[in-house]
């Protein structure tokens, strides 16, 4: 028999053993039942992500329906810190990436340490890489263990730099932006409307994103998808005025001088096309972005809505309805233009006809541009009656057209220039001076001449489309009144019928751009800009009938299109600008004009 020493030894390690074999057990039935799902979920993070599904943009559609931008899938390269942490790993894999996409170890570097990481922790290091390069980085993955390539929609625009300044380009959100949006459920890395339509129609191109929860192999590699939580919804598309035809001829008949040529729809203020000269490539902006900002041509100005340009005696159109409704002259008025009027003996302005246009009237003033007949009534009217009369055309003001960056300059007046000598206000009167205008102010104020009175809110954009539950229809955008020209019958009357002279008389400035079946209406401009050549200028609108009496214009034939032509340093309007217009319209007769009318 054992002693009870022995006995109590034997007891004791028995107690210890059940004492330990019971926390075992009972540490087993915890990590079971107390914590087992907690670390079912960490195995299965080990292997299984939430991942975005990124929303494609809504597509941008001209007037017929022709795409003019939409997504398609692109590659972006990031770089994932925790898959490489070795410095010697990192230069070895930035060497192999730099053979691969072109690009120097030195550039990736920095994008490397400039870009700010996604919720992942990744950084972008490239976007929208070409397909070879897409093929050449899966091919040697294993030499590239930091390397995350990842399928995300991509913005792609059909015609490249066609109406680049109206579309606009999208790029990732800046963190300004994001702490501004991020209630809207904007993260880092989404992409955003910068300009143009892009960025006007933002919140119905967006779409919404969706959420999936795939397997990753250890290379945090897409293995498989294994469900989705919830669908991407594609963005709404957005439909344009533009026509896509008229928007190709606009750009084609610039060519490579600078200038602007827009066509509007005057019953409505819908813009047909809207052409700025020189553009850039939407598709490689991001690349080109550092170029296109020194280019001494400045192609990312969109000289139709923030171009500030002196309108010349484009201008003399406005001033007319100010001295006639004003009283300062009337159909019979007449000023003597020997070539030059004088204020005081060392003060001469020159008509632009050196030996002067003889006795004229306010139809004869407008057909010949005579700078001497809006001199000598110009002073009269006034500079405070003159601004007064071009704000009633919303001159000096935003014409609010919706896309963003729109400029302005207020019109000249003693209220913004102090002290205001005579001087200022003869060179006002023909459109000189310190008076500034976009070309799209003119298009929006000659609208108004051609609809007799009524000023639209230019628009782009003609509506939106909708899809719910299989069903699709158009929202469209009501055009917008912003003001209305009140004037006599009389007025009304004898500035028309100066400007169909300016196109249908024989010694009309603007009879160059005369279209046989489709009478106009027009103005001629030269707009001095001293050392350099002066800007042309040329406006119309048409089909019209010869003005009849003192009734005013018809409202129930309202011209269908307005065009306004800039030619910086192109020139004598009447020369160089209303030929150009000639060759545009023709096009619109003979390439689509039913589609649009």
């Keep these: 028999m054992p002693s009870m020493e022995t006995v109590y030894r034997i007891r004791r390690v028995g107690i210890g053993i059940c004492l330990v074999v019971s926390v075992l057990v009972f540490r087993l039935w915890s990590l079971q039942f107390l914590e087992g799902e907690q670390y079912v979920r960490q195995s299965i993070a080990n292997y299984e992500e939430s991942v975005k599904i990124p929303s494609m943009r809504g597509r941008i559609l001209d007037r017929n329906f022709n795409v003019l931008a939409e997504d398609r899938p692109d590659y972006n390269l990031f770089f994932d810190k925790s898959l490489c942490p070795d410095k010697e790993q990192q230069d070895a894999l930035l060497v192999t990436l730099s053979e691969i996409t072109g690009y120097s170890e030195g550039f990736l570097r920095s994008k490397i340490s400039a870009s700010i990481p996604d919720l992942k922790g990744r950084r972008l290091l490239l976007q929208a890489v070409p397909f070879h390069t897409m093929v050449a980085v899966s091919e040697r993955a294993l030499e590239l263990p930091g390397i995350v390539m990842e399928s995300v929609p991509g913005r792609h625009w059909l015609h490249d730099d066609l109406a680049a300044h109206v579309l606009g380009y999208v790029s990732e959100i800046d963190s300004e932006r994001l702490k501004q949006l991020q209630d809207q459920g904007y993260r880092m890395g989404d992409r955003i409307g910068r300009s143009g339509i892009e960025y006007s129609y933002e919140s119905w191109l967006r779409g919404r994103d969706g959420q999936q929860i795939v397997q990753l192999d250890s ?33 084609e008949v610039l060519g490579a001088s600078v200038g602007v040529l827009i066509a509007m729809d005057p019953r409505n203020g819908a813009v047909l096309c809207m052409a700025g000269s020189p553009r850039y490539n939407l598709n490689t902006y991001r690349r080109d972005a550092g170029r296109l900002s020194n280019d001494a041509s400045h192609p990312l100005t969109h000289r139709a809505m923030a171009g500030l340009y002196p ?23 007449r000023v003597f233009c020997p070539g ?112 007799g009175g009524t000023i639209y809110a230019p628009r782009v954009a003609a509506g939106v489309v909708h899809s719910t ?66 800007h042309a200028w040329y406006v119309c609108f048409g089909p019209v009938s010869p003005p009849v009496g003192d009734a005013g214009p018809d409202k129930d034939n309202i011209p269908e299109i307005v065009v306004v032509f800039l030619l910086e340093h192109g020139g004598h309007g009447g020369e160089s600008a209303s030929p150009v217009v000639k060759d545009f319209l023709e096009f619109y007769l003979n390439g689509g004009r039913e589609d649009i009318a």
């Excluded at 290379?219 to 533009?242: H, K, M, Q, T, Y």
């Excluded at 309108?311 to 159909?331: C, T």
């Excluded at 007025?491 to 009478?519: H, K, S, Y």
């Design 219 to 251: 290379f945090r590699r897409l293995r498989e998808v294994l469900r989705v939580e919830s669908p991407a919804e594609r963005g709404s598309d957005i439909i344009l005025n533009l026509d896509l035809r008229l928007q190709r001829k606009a750009e």
């Design 340 to 451: 030059y009027f004088s204020l005081g003996q060392n003060q001469i302005w020159r008509c632009w006809r050196k030996y002067g246009h003889g006795n004229v009237g306010i139809v004869d003033a407008l057909r010949i541009s005579c700078d001497v007949f809006f001199y000598k009534s110009g002073k009269e009217l006034g500079i405070t009656k003159m601004a007064r009369w071009a704000e009633n055309f919303h001159l000096g003001m935003k014409t609010g057209i919706d896309i963003p960056y729109e400029k302005w300059a207020p019109f000249p007046s003693k209220l913004t220039k102090r002290p205001w000598y005579a001087g200022y206000t003869i060179n006002t009167a023909i459109g000189q001076g310190d008076v500034l205008v976009t070309p799209m102010q003119l298009a929006v104020a000659v609208s108004a001449i051609a609809n």
């Design 469 to 534: 539950s299989g069903e699709t229809w158009i929202e469209p955008f009501p055009p917008k009144v912003t003001g209305t020209i009140k004037a006599s019958p009389k007025t009304w009357d004898l500035v028309r019928r100066g400007m169909w002279e300016v196109v249908n008389a024989d010694n009309g400035t603007g009879r160059r751009c005369q279209i046989v079946g489709f009478p106009m209406m027009g103005k001629t401009g030269t707009a001095e800009k001293p050392p350099l050549e002066p």
């Design 311 to 333: 309108p010349g005696s484009v201008f003399k159109i406005f001033e007319s309805f100010g001295l006639l409704e004003e009283g300062i002259i009337n159909r019979d008025s």
